[in-house]
């Protein structure tokens, strides 16, 4: 699998990396076994199934996730209609840190939002709410086709749409002077916008095409969001693997 390939070199090459792309092939194999879980199981057994394989890959106690499940059935809201439920779950802080939680939730909201995803039958477009049309979560990557073109990319919800190709996709101010850039040594970018404080990584085909994963692009870029949030800069919406603040 060439993405694997991807990662293990990355590993060698940027050891300061290992552990959030350690973590990110967790993710994708919580995903990849998500996906057949959803394809080949009941409905009434699917959320038993995703606790189990997510307990197992990520070594979750069972305390936990015997407390997780039972959050969500209290919570009396059907987390493949309503995903976002996950991520608004009042879990206890009594065994681990809030900003764990908050990571353990979104990754496990993953598969329940992908199902909704592929459910819905009509969407808005990004430019009537600002926001993702799937999950309502605001957008922190975007990437430049071959034919110059910009597409959102959802680390929430994986929701991907054309946007307009120049300005802020928080405040939505088009003004180019508006936005300064950084750029690190891969070329991928961080736009900041001296509006509102917001800064949008984005990446061209080229970038694509030596990664194949415009998420992995997103962990491997991490160093961008250090030096953008020392500048006063923010991060509105986490990446694939829930970090979103880094200072």
């Given at each position: ?11 060698e ?21 998500c996906?057949?879980i ?11 199934e995703?606790?189990?394989e997510f307990?197992?890959?990520f ?15 209290n919570?009396a ?15 206890s ?5 809030k ?7 979104f ?8 199902k ?17 049309v ?48 950084l ?11 001296k ?32 030096v953008?949030?020392?500048r ?16």
């Open positions: 699998m060439e993405i694997k390939r991807i990662i293990n070199e990355l590993k090459e940027r050891p300061y990396l290992k552990s959030p792309l350690e973590l990110y092939e967790r993710v994708l194999e919580f995903n990849r076994k996906e057949k959803i394809k080949d199981k009941a409905k009434n057994n699917l959320l038993d995703i606790i189990n307990s197992s890959i070594e979750i106690p069972y305390e936990f996730s015997s407390f997780l499940k039972t959050s969500i059935l919570s809201k059907d987390p493949f209609s309503e995903p976002k439920s996950i991520l608004e779950l009042p879990i802080e009594e065994e681990t840190s900003e764990e939680i908050k990571r353990a939730l990754i496990l909201s993953k598969p329940f939002f992908i909704y995803r592929e459910s819905l039958k009509k969407k808005k477009k990004f430019e009537e709410i600002g926001r993702c799937v999950c309502g979560e605001p957008v922190s990557l975007t990437m430049i086709d071959s034919e110059n073109k910009r597409h959102m990319v959802c680390t929430v919800c994986g929701h991907e749409e054309e946007i307009f190709r120049i300005g802020c996709s928080y405040c939505m101010q088009k003004i180019c002077e508006k936005i300064d850039l750029v690190d040594e891969d070329e991928i970018r961080v736009e900041l916008c509006d509102c404080k917001t800064y949008i990584k984005s990446f061209k085909d080229e970038v694509y095409q030596k990664f194949k994963d415009p998420y992995l692009i997103d962990i491997i870029s991490l160093p961008l969001d250090v953008a949030q020392e006063g800069y923010i991060r509105r919406s986490p990446n694939i693997i829930g970090i979103q603040r880094v200072v």
